[in-house]
């Protein structure tokens, strides 16, 4: 029997609780139901066979899957019902051998879920490079508008100064930035624009009489 199964034999009156209160908890399953292939997930009753034979379980553990559902289950439970927005790996931690649809005694196609999540975290992949892309040809327009006008450089180095002075340390380094700017920072920090730019110094210096 599915170890998750519990049983209740009700109430009986004048003794004990006279309620009885069922929760049915979704997280995710409607969804995977939803899908044709993977809809064979949810026919998993626990037994742990797909486990006992996969080579890659047997070598890495459970603690490796990062969740509760470990072995070749887990490779294709966990993305399902964290919506493909982690365990992205999962379905990669596989030889393919098949020998976990071998011995599943309810015949879950685990290789073939796995072959479809795959496909799944690829495109997923390539709309985020899509995006990215999008972002940094905006990011390139806007340099070669600034870059091509010498007041707009001098504008955008003004404001650069001022906004970046809000993240400058003491010591005059960036050690932390917002948004975008969070993934530089994360492994590196950033000297703080100094208060004077070269050109500026250039047009206050004493100029020499000929």
Not at 54 to 59: E, F, I, K, L, M
Request: proline letters at 6%.
């Amino acid at each position: 029997m599915n170890p998750y199964t519990s049983l209740w034999t009700g109430v009986t009156p004048g003794d004990g609780p006279q309620n009885f209160h069922v929760v049915l908890l979704d997280n995710g399953r409607s969804s995977i139901l939803a899908r044709h292939t993977e809809r064979q997930t949810l026919r998993c009753i626990r037994c742990a066979a797909c486990q006992n034979t996969c080579p890659v379980y047997r070598q890495t553990g459970g603690h490796a899957y990062g969740s509760v559902y470990g072995g070749p289950i887990g490779a294709i439970l966990t993305p399902q019902l964290m919506h493909m927005e982690h365990a992205q790996t999962l379905p990669f931690a596989s030889s393919l051998c098949a020998a976990c649809y071998e011995v599943c005694p309810v015949k879950i196609n685990i290789p073939e879920v796995l072959i479809e999540l795959r496909a799944q975290v690829v495109n997923l992949e390539r709309k985020q490079t899509a995006r990215a892309f999008d972002l940094m040809y905006i990011g390139m327009r806007i340099a070669n508008s600034i870059f091509a006008s010498a007041w707009r450089f001098r504008l955008a180095q003004r404001m650069g100064r001022i906004g970046l002075r809000l993240f400058t340390s003491k010591d005059g380094w960036i050690h932390a930035l917002p948004s975008l700017g969070a993934r530089w920072t994360m492994t590196r920090d950033l000297r703080g624009l100094p208060d004077q730019t070269f050109r500026d110094w250039w047009a206050s210096r004493p100029k020499e009489k000929p």
